[in-house]
């Protein structure tokens, strides 16, 4: 069972930037979907963005567009979200997600079978 690690959350300041990333356990990260969904206070889950195990266009929420960016290096068994000018509305839990090998991208939830604990993000205004 691959296992999933984030890390990179912390507190910034509105417009300011974070990185996150997401450590995968072993070499089937390569065939995967991953996807970033966060959840903030009192909300459902979210879809933030995904990318296709081939390198295809990711696939980004329209609150993100601009502004967040999805990667991965499969050499390395991880994706990477870089978000820039960050709002008070991105403040939530961060999770990094996987899905079955070789399915396509999807932003729902339930399509993901893996996810990893989740790293904090917080927004000041």
């Known amino acids: 069972q691959v296992q999933l690690v984030e890390s990179g959350g912390g507190l910034v300041q509105a417009g300011g930037s974070l990185r996150l990333s997401c450590a995968a356990s072993?070499?089937?990260?390569?065939?995967?979907?991953m996807g970033w969904f966060r959840q903030a206070p009192g909300k459902e889950r979210e879809f933030v963005a995904a990318?296709?195990?081939?390198?295809?266009?990711?696939n980004y929420a329209d609150s993100v567009k601009g502004r967040f960016t999805i990667s991965r290096d499969n050499a390395k068994n991880a994706v990477y979200l870089q978000m820039n000018s960050l709002k008070p509305d991105d403040t939530a839990v961060y999770y990094c997600?996987?899905?079955?090998?070789?399915?396509?991208?999807?932003?729902?939830?339930?399509?993901?079978?893996?996810w990893g604990q989740g790293t904090q993000v917080t927004v000041s205004s």
């Open positions: 997600a996987a899905n079955q090998p070789f399915r396509e991208i999807s932003t729902n939830n339930d399509e993901y079978d893996i």
């Open positions: 990318v296709h195990w081939s390198g295809g266009p990711p």
């Open positions: 072993d070499s089937t990260f390569s065939w995967r979907v």
